[in-house]
């Protein structure tokens, strides 16, 4: 079997935590790895951002990314790319074009973009579609966070009309599932739930003093850690206003906390770099953050096990592959109780999930956990359990099923 995947506007060779790139690229690279492994060829198709990129680049066994020419390579936001869709097509057709005929069995598009040119695609090639949305943008329009701005009817229109052509869609969670069929009249038949993975091998439970020392936090601090990009949408500020009132709270904590905030700027919060530097120096605990730029896989392990809390308040997320990375090296998480968040984390046992996004909600049950040593011994053996229970082979295999179930329905559709 051979499979276009298609990744329009983020190429899964970026580094997630900045940009647009996150844990869709995550995902798009580690499914694609493991079911090439299964014997499926993958073509992953992006656009190109950088004028000195080759056509077609290795980065596995069976994988390959194939960049698109669409538009000017540099400077060209993820709101702008509508504009280049027909550019994008384009491109697409014109690479399988130059293969034989039928080359490809089946197409799998991430994001709406993506889903847009998947769907001419499927239909000049006479193969089945599957899509994977990620986020929703009617579901992120309804828990806006402050300063972020609506997702756009051009987006809801597109997202409807990738659901109503789509032959499978993959949805991250059962509650997404359920989103796609009240929110946009999916047909629940159509719909297959798939939750993402972690890559247990990598993310496993670890000495934290030898992670301190590595990365140079305290041996004895009470370490809160945020990891993504810096937007409203994904809310660092909350954790911010959360050690604020902490440090209010138990003054004899100043001494002994340290925020670190592991992320590049991206979306909206590219148009206030500052903000987050400026908030903590206004609540007076510029001093206890530390600001880290993205990290390799690597090194965020470390990071994972240097923590004593992962923190993850986003308004919105369709699944929170942080959450799952954090838990499998043995830290709970404190995590906004939205989306897919409650279901990559096990609520008082793998960590918290609070309502809501009052920063002094958070400061209470931060404080509640930090000073309760039993509490979170706890809590890290539910962790690792809980993430246990997500791997990539898993991903892939629900992957591979909903391609077969695909398959089977185009051939006896008209």
């Not at 949805?171 to 999916?186: D, P």
């Not at 297959?192 to 590595?214: H, I, K, M, Y």
Request: charged share 20%; hydrophobic share 40%.
């Amino acid at each position: 079997m051979r499979v276009a995947l298609l990744s329009i506007h983020t190429s899964p060779l970026d580094q997630p935590g900045t940009g647009d790139a996150g844990g869709m690229n995550v995902y798009v690279v580690e499914t694609a790895k493991r079911l090439a492994q299964s014997g499926i060829e993958i073509d992953i198709f992006t656009r190109a951002t950088a004028s000195h990129l080759v056509p077609m680049v290795d980065i596995a066994p069976g994988v390959q990314v194939v960049h698109i020419t669409a538009g000017p390579f540099e400077g060209l936001l993820k709101s702008d790319l509508p504009g280049q869709l027909c550019a994008v097509t384009a491109g697409v057709l014109r690479t399988e074009a130059s293969k034989p005929e039928g080359h490809y069995d089946l197409i799998h598009s991430h994001y709406w973009l993506s889903g847009q040119v998947g769907w001419l695609a499927s239909e000049r090639w006479r193969v089945p579609l599957v899509h994977t949305m990620h986020t929703l943008g009617r579901v992120k329009n309804l828990g806006l966070a402050t300063g972020d701005t609506a997702e756009p009817d051009m987006r809801l229109i597109g997202e409807q009309q990738v659901v109503d052509v789509a032959q499978r869609l993959i949805a991250n969670t059962a509650l997404e599932a359920t989103e796609l069929a009240g929110l946009y009249s999916a047909d629940p038949a159509k719909i297959d739930v798939v939750n993402p993975g972690v890559d247990l091998e990598l993310f496993s439970p670890g000495s934290q003093s030898a992670a301190r020392t590595e990365l140079g936090i305290p041996l004895d601090a009470s370490m809160l850690l945020f990891v993504g990009r810096i937007q409203p949408l994904k809310a660092p500020d909350i954790l911010i206003r959360a050690a604020a009132e902490l440090v209010a709270m138990r003054p004899e904590l100043r001494s002994s906390l340290v925020v670190v905030i592991c992320g590049g700027m991206s979306g909206s919060g590219l148009d206030q770099p500052d903000a987050l530097r400026e908030l903590a120096t206004e609540l007076g605990i510029l001093d206890l953050i530390r600001f880290e730029p993205p990290s390799s896989r690597e090194k965020l392990v470390s990071w994972y096990r240097a923590a004593d809390l992962t923190v993850v308040p986003s308004y919105s997320e369709s699944f929170g592959l942080v959450a799952i990375e954090s838990q499998a090296c043995g830290t709970p998480v404190v995590a906004s109780a939205v989306g897919g968040l409650k279901t990559a984390v096990a609520d008082n046992v793998s960590g918290r999930l609070i309502q809501g996004h009052n920063p002094i909600a958070y400061s209470h049950v931060l404080n509640q956990l930090l000073s309760n040593p039993n509490v979170m011994d706890e809590l890290r053996r539910g962790a690792k359990m809980h993430a246990a229970g997500f791997s990539w082979e898993s991903t892939t295999s629900g992957l591979i099923q909903s391609y077969d179930r695909a398959l089977s329905n185009s051939r006896v559709s008209p």
